[in-house]
């Protein structure tokens, strides 16, 4: 036998099981310092999908704009909403039915739920021209689900994003008691203040008021209709949602009052809002022009 290869009794040639024992109890201690981290970098990975989805339908609305007269895609709300309809590609009629998304989602056991075919077919989206991809209209951080429907086997609901009701056209009028913006933007071009910089297009909604694809807000009084999501965590107790805007960029804007008091839990509460809520005041800002400012 080689010498070199026997073995020996010598303990300065491995482990004792104190040593052993150490060893488990220091990486244990490790695992447990590194799980806060792990579990913030996860967060912070699903807010970067999330951005990264929103800037990816950005680039699709912007493109159907370069195609169609440098109009929004319309959002439609309500019973549009509740029972989709082909897209007519031929009409010709400046009011054509042609949204972005389309379909109803509830915490009840409805298909539309799961149905990516309104988001990514041709007959019910006029962006799965521009994109393909279903994974992009939900953000990964909304997996909140009702027993009834994790009993069917899902694991997610199709959509996270809504549209600002005051881009494109829709099956909503000017002034409308339950959508009330002060002007509408049909068109790219249409927009004057606020500024593209400033004007939100899509956002992460709440799960518990998200229902159609149209993100509604009242701008004449102090209430909410659609809630903007809190999906993701910031410093201290706040936690945020992301919007994309007009020019393109992605904002992760934490909440602070209001939107915070609604925590989703399958049943939608609006929260009230105190005079110079500073949530309610940001978004109104950010979602059409506001000829009659109530702060």
């Known amino acids: 036998m080689n010498p070199s290869t026997s073995s020996h009794t010598d303990s300065t040639a491995g482990f004792t099981r104190s040593d052993l024992l150490a060893v488990v109890a220091g990486t244990c201690v490790l695992a447990a310092l590194a799980l806060p981290a792990i579990g913030s970098t996860r967060n912070r990975s699903n807010q970067e999908v999330c951005s990264d989805n929103l800037r990816a339908l950005m680039r699709a609305t912007q493109l159907y704009a370069d195609d169609h007269r440098?109009?929004?895609?319309?959002?439609?709300?309500?019973?549009?909403?509740?029972?989709?309809?082909?897209?007519?590609?031929?009409?010709?009629?400046?009011?054509?039915?042609?949204?972005?998304?389309?379909?109803?989602?509830?915490?009840?056991?409805?298909?539309?739920?799961?149905?990516?075919?309104?988001?990514?077919?041709?007959?019910?989206?006029?962006?799965?021209?521009?994109?393909?991809?279903a994974g992009l209209y939900r953000c990964p951080s909304d997996t909140l689900l009702t027993p009834e429907q994790k009993l069917l086997g899902w694991t997610a609901r199709v959509r996270s994003y809504s549209a600002n009701m005051a881009v494109g056209r829709g099956n909503k009028v000017n002034p409308q008691s339950e959508l009330g913006a002060e002007?509408?933007?049909?068109?790219?071009?249409?927009?004057?203040?606020?500024?593209?910089?400033?004007?939100?297009?899509?956002?992460?909604?709440?799960?518990?008021?998200?229902?159609?694809?149209?993100?509604?807000?009242?701008?004449?009084s102090r209430r909410w209709i659609d809630l903007p999501a809190t999906f993701h965590p910031t410093a201290g107790t706040n936690r945020s949602a992301n919007l994309v805007f007009a020019d393109g960029h992605v904002e992760n804007h934490a909440w602070e009052a209001s939107v915070l008091r609604e925590r989703p839990d399958f049943f939608y509460s609006p929260p009230t809002i105190a005079a110079g809520d500073p949530d309610w005041s940001w978004l109104m800002d950010r979602m059409s022009y506001n000829a009659q400012p109530v702060r």
Do not use: C
């Not at 909403?81 to 010709?92: K, L, V």
């Not at 933007?185 to 939100?200: C, G, T």
């Open 70 to 133: 440098d109009e929004f895609p319309m959002v439609i709300n309500g019973g549009a909403a509740q029972t989709p309809q082909e897209i007519d590609y031929s009409s010709r009629s400046l009011n054509s039915y042609r949204p972005w998304a389309t379909g109803w989602m509830r915490w009840n056991t409805s298909p539309h739920n799961t149905n990516t075919a309104f988001l990514i077919d041709r007959r019910y989206s006029v962006l799965a021209d521009y994109t393909r991809d």
């Open 183 to 220: 002007k509408f933007f049909v068109k790219f071009s249409d927009i004057d203040r606020p500024s593209p910089a400033n004007l939100f297009v899509l956002l992460e909604e709440n799960p518990d008021s998200i229902n159609d694809p149209n993100f509604a807000g009242m701008q004449t």
